[in-house]
């Protein structure tokens, strides 16, 4: 699986087993918060000493709110937690179970995340599940620019599985009207 992992920084397996672990743990659980109504997306924050600070799932159907998205509501809930609106000082990394839509690498950027770590690539989203993910030109650059680390298609298999399961049980894939 590791051999498939793509970064902005030369790979450290070190940071890919740990990924591997914390996104497997997400997969899994995102079948009981689907279940519960939520989105399938799964996102959690860490700090470097491997404190859980925040977990939240897709809740743009539950909570009517089309900005709902994991990575959203996670910053939300960390910066809410850690009562500061610029996470940059914490050290902080953000895991999730697919590649972050164009509004939430925006919401990254701006919330001082230093670390990025999603399963499954946007591309594989749209073919699974239909949703837009947006256009995202260059942005592994872009972030490294800006100092932000990102590691992209960890434990990718099981998250394709969960999403084709997503699908297949006849969730809902919302998509605003277009011309
Ligand atoms: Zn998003």
């Given at each position: 699986?590791?051999n498939?992992?793509?970064a902005n920084?030369e790979?450290?397996?070190?940071?890919?087993e740990k990924a591997?672990?914390?996104?497997?743990g997400?997969?899994k659980d995102?079948?009981?918060?689907i279940e519960?109504?939520s989105?399938?997306?799964?996102?959690?924050?860490?700090?470097?000493?491997?404190?859980?600070?925040?977990?939240?799932a897709?809740?743009?159907i539950?909570?009517?709110c089309?900005?709902?998205?994991a990575e959203m509501?996670?910053?939300k809930a960390?910066?809410?937690a850690?009562?500061?609106?610029?996470?940059?000082?914490?050290n902080l990394?953000?895991?999730?179970t697919a590649?972050p839509c164009?509004?939430?690498?925006?919401g990254i950027m701006?919330?001082?995340?230093?670390?990025v770590y999603?399963?499954?690539?946007?591309?594989?989203?749209e073919?699974?599940?239909g949703f837009d993910e947006?256009?995202k030109?260059d942005?592994?650059n872009?972030f490294k620019n800006?100092?932000?680390?990102?590691?992209?298609?960890?434990a990718?298999?099981?998250?394709?599985r969960?999403?084709k399961?997503?699908?297949n049980?006849g969730y809902?894939?919302y998509?605003?009207?277009?011309?």
């Amino acid at each position: 699986m590791q051999n498939k992992v793509i970064a902005n920084e030369e790979i450290n397996l070190q940071k890919v087993e740990k990924a591997e672990k914390i996104i497997l743990g997400l997969q899994k659980d995102l079948k009981n918060y689907i279940e519960n109504g939520s989105g399938p997306f799964l996102a959690a924050v860490y700090d470097d000493n491997g404190n859980l600070i925040a977990k939240t799932a897709n809740s743009v159907i539950n909570e009517t709110c089309s900005n709902n998205h994991a990575e959203m509501n996670v910053i939300k809930a960390t910066e809410k937690a850690l009562g500061a609106y610029d996470l940059s000082g914490y050290n902080l990394s953000l895991y999730v179970t697919a590649e972050p839509c164009m509004m939430c690498l925006g919401g990254i950027m701006w919330s001082g995340i230093k670390e990025v770590y999603y399963s499954v690539p946007s591309k594989k989203v749209e073919e699974i599940t239909g949703f837009d993910e947006g256009f995202k030109p260059d942005w592994f650059n872009e972030f490294k620019n800006r100092g932000i680390v990102v590691y992209g298609l960890i434990a990718e298999e099981e998250g394709e599985r969960v999403l084709k399961d997503y699908v297949n049980s006849g969730y809902t894939v919302y998509q605003p009207e277009r011309e």
